[in-house]
């Protein structure tokens, strides 16, 4: 469950997270802080937008990209995880942790390059926040050309991706710190990153 604590963000980011979410409801992308670092925004659920995240990143549509929502039950609208996988996003989500489970029918293969499995992330960050309920699904992916560093402040965006993007949500530095990637249904972490020893510790004695 998320808390929403948007009446405490600033005026100015507010109306900043407003003209995002106007140009992400008109087709195009943004960039929006989250606890990790700066990610690349677009409507998940149109293949359209999604080709443009991929364009910007010159990221190979092989590699898929994962989808942020605001909380698990908005995840499990577009998700079919299993019990075990529902009740891991429950105990890890919000948070920076990138969970990999069977994707829906809304969910289009742009995103996972045609694969059956989508990563779901549910930023714990309340502008990251404020900003998916208003947009709905969103692209999660760093806001970065593929091959360079992740962004921790809107002073290192790369210009590709300054000049390709209608808004940005500017909320100061963020931790940096990249999310841990696990399939909790095969137990596996992909690549370690926050929290990487609790969910660990999760898989080898999960509660269900």
């Given at each position: 469950?998320?808390?929403?604590d948007s009446?405490?963000?600033?005026a100015?980011?507010?109306a900043?997270?407003g003209?995002?979410?106007?140009?992400v409801?008109?087709?195009?992308?943004?960039?929006?802080?989250?606890?990790t670092?700066?990610?690349?925004?677009?409507?998940?659920?149109?293949?359209?937008t999604?080709e443009?995240?991929?364009?910007?990143k010159?990221?190979?549509?092989s590699?898929?990209?994962?989808?942020?929502v605001?909380s698990?039950?908005?995840?499990l609208?577009h998700?079919?995880p299993?019990?075990?996988?529902?009740?891991?996003?429950?105990?890890?989500?919000?948070?920076?942790?990138?969970?990999?489970?069977e994707r829906?029918p809304?969910?289009p293969d742009?995103?996972?390059?045609?694969?059956?499995?989508?990563?779901?992330?549910?930023p714990?960050h309340p502008?990251?926040?404020?900003?998916?309920?208003e947009?709905g699904?969103?692209t999660?992916?760093s806001?970065?050309?593929s091959?360079?560093?992740s962004v921790?402040?809107v002073?290192?965006?790369?210009a590709?991706?300054r000049?390709?993007?209608?808004a940005?949500?500017?909320?100061?530095?963020?931790?940096?710190?990249?999310?841990?990637?696990?399939?909790?249904?095969?137990?596996r972490i992909?690549?370690?990153?926050a929290?990487?020893?609790?969910?660990?510790?999760w898989?080898?004695?999960?509660p269900?």
């Amino acid at each position: 469950m998320t808390v929403d604590d948007s009446d405490r963000i600033p005026a100015e980011t507010r109306a900043s997270i407003g003209r995002a979410a106007a140009a992400v409801a008109d087709g195009e992308a943004v960039v929006y802080p989250t606890e990790t670092v700066y990610g690349l925004g677009a409507d998940a659920l149109d293949p359209t937008t999604v080709e443009l995240v991929f364009e910007l990143k010159r990221r190979d549509r092989s590699d898929p990209l994962s989808l942020g929502v605001e909380s698990v039950d908005a995840a499990l609208e577009h998700t079919r995880p299993s019990d075990a996988a529902t009740a891991f996003m429950r105990t890890f989500l919000p948070g920076p942790v990138t969970v990999v489970v069977e994707r829906g029918p809304s969910v289009p293969d742009a995103l996972t390059g045609g694969r059956d499995r989508v990563g779901i992330r549910v930023p714990d960050h309340p502008v990251a926040l404020a900003l998916l309920r208003e947009t709905g699904p969103l692209t999660a992916t760093s806001a970065n050309v593929s091959g360079s560093g992740s962004v921790r402040r809107v002073g290192e965006l790369d210009a590709r991706i300054r000049a390709g993007v209608a808004a940005i949500v500017d909320d100061g530095e963020t931790a940096g710190t990249e999310s841990t990637v696990v399939d909790p249904e095969a137990g596996r972490i992909h690549r370690r990153g926050a929290m990487a020893d609790a969910i660990d510790a999760w898989l080898a004695d999960p509660p269900i």
